[in-house]
Every structure is written in structure tokens, then in C-alpha cells.
């Protein structure tokens, strides 16, 4: 059974960094594209990028190019997406997904960027 | 950047109807569109791709179908648990892959 699994819930302050994570299982992590879909509250969803981990090879949406970092390991089938430096508007819940078509998606990570 | 552009935003619709969604894109992206469904407090799950295909455990009253720029997804005889929120996407011309708006199904 394919299963993407995230990390928990994160409560962080503007300026401060993170790295959220997800594990992939049931299928070969490495051949397949792994990105990241943001949700802000109460609003629709974006595509923020899509690594292969293959061979690292990453696309970033133009919106979210130079904002966060997608990487991947494929020692341990887990994807991770960094920001240097939150912002409120940072807050939303994140969604690790696989392929371009979205297949399968994880659980949501619920990022909280406050004073 | 491809726009996707979902209509109607709300769709009032009675149990054991048939509810019919639209998405159109700004440029062709030939048969690369996806459908997923969202419910509140829950993750998006896919239903179609590649436009007409349904993905695994999808039910068939679930439908996809349209190329170029024009797409459909059709619910046939609505049930309770189809009343959610429904996105379509393109995967044709990425970066980015873009999404709409979103239409809510309600219940009417």
C-alpha cells in the first residue's frame, strides 16, 4: 500500500526555521516525483514544487521559487520541505503529494507562523 | 502560466441527482487534467486523471471528460458522502502545475 506519512503539527515564530518532512512507503521513493501543496485557511490549493528523487531534479512554482526548499533523501524514502525564515502568511497546512497528477497524498502537516 | 478557471464556485444539488462540474483552461493542456475531492478537515484525494480515468477505489458513478481546453466531471445520483469541495488541475505545461478555484457541492 502506497503511503505518504508527514510530520506533526508545527508552532513557530515569524523569523524562526523549519523543516517538514514525509515518508514515503509501498513503492520505489526514488522513481517517483514527490512535491508539496500548500492550503492556507479556508482557501484553495496551491502547487508549490516537485523533487525526483532520483536524480534531485527540482521544479518550483514560480510563486514559491526562492521562498522555501524542497530536498530529498533517498537513504531513508523522505522528502522535506525548509523555509530560512517564516512568515505569517506562512501559515496553512501542507500537503506532501506524489507525481504530477497527485496520486497520493499525506496526511497534511498544519504549520502555525505567530508572535 | 496556465489559468484554470472552475464554474459554478456553488452547486446546489439534491441526493440521487446528477451534479455537473466545469473547468476550463486558459491554453490547451490536452487530456493532462485531473479531479480531486476535498471534504472538510481532510486531505484532497484524487478521483480522475489523464481526464476520463478514474483513479483506484473511485466509484463509477464518478465521470470524467473533455480535452484541449474544456472539461467536465459528472456525478451521476448523488450520495450524502459526495458533498464536498472538487478541484481540477493541470499537469500539462508545468512549471506550475495550476489548479482552480474549486466548486462546493452542497446539498440542496
Known amino acids: 500500500e502506497v503511503q505518504l506519512v508527514q510530520s506533526g503539527a508545527e508552532v513557530k515564530k515569524p523569523g524562526e526555521s523549519l523543516r517538514i518532512s514525509c515518508k514515503g512507503s509501498g513503492y520505489s521513493f526514488s522513481t517517483y516525483w514527490v512535491g508539496w501543496v500548500r492550503q492556507m485557511p479556508g482557501k484553495g490549493l496551491e502547487w508549490m514544487g516537485l523533487i525526483y528523487p532520483g536524480d534531485s531534479d527540482t521544479r518550483y512554482s514560480p510563486s514559491f521559487q526562492g521562498q522555501v526548499t524542497i530536498s530529498a533523501d533517498t537513504s531513508i524514502d523522505t522528502a522535506y520541505l525548509q523555509w530560512s525564515s517564516l512568515k505569517a502568511s506562512d501559515t496553512a497546512i501542507y500537503y506532501c503529494?506524489?507525481?504530477?497528477?497527485?496520486?497520493?497524498w499525506g496526511q497534511g502537516t498544519l504549520v502555525t507562523v505567530s508572535s | 502560466e496556465i489559468l484554470m478557471t472552475q464554474s459554478p464556485a456553488t452547486l446546489s444539488v439534491s441526493p440521487g441527482d446528477r451534479a455537473t462540474l466545469s473547468c476550463r483552461a486558459s491554453?490547451?493542456?490536452?487530456?493532462?487534467l485531473a479531479w480531486y475531492q476535498q471534504k472538510p478537515g481532510q486531505a484532497p484525494r484524487l478521483l480522475i486523471f489523464g481526464a476520463s480515468t478514474r483513479a483506484n477505489g473511485i466509484p463509477a458513478r464518478f465521470s470524467g471528460s473533455g480535452s484541449g481546453t474544456e472539461f467536465t466531471l459528472t456525478i451521476s445520483s448523488l450520495q450524502s458522502e459526495d458533498f464536498a469541495i472538487y478541484y481540477c488541475?493541470?499537469?500539462?505545461?508545468?512549471?506550475?502545475?495550476?489548479f482552480g478555484q474549486g466548486t462546493r457541492l452542497d446539498i440542496k
Open positions: 503529494v506524489r507525481e504530477r497528477h497527485l496520486d497520493y
Open positions: 491554453q490547451s493542456v490536452s487530456s493532462n
Open positions: 488541475q493541470q499537469y500539462y505545461n508545468w512549471p506550475p502545475i495550476t
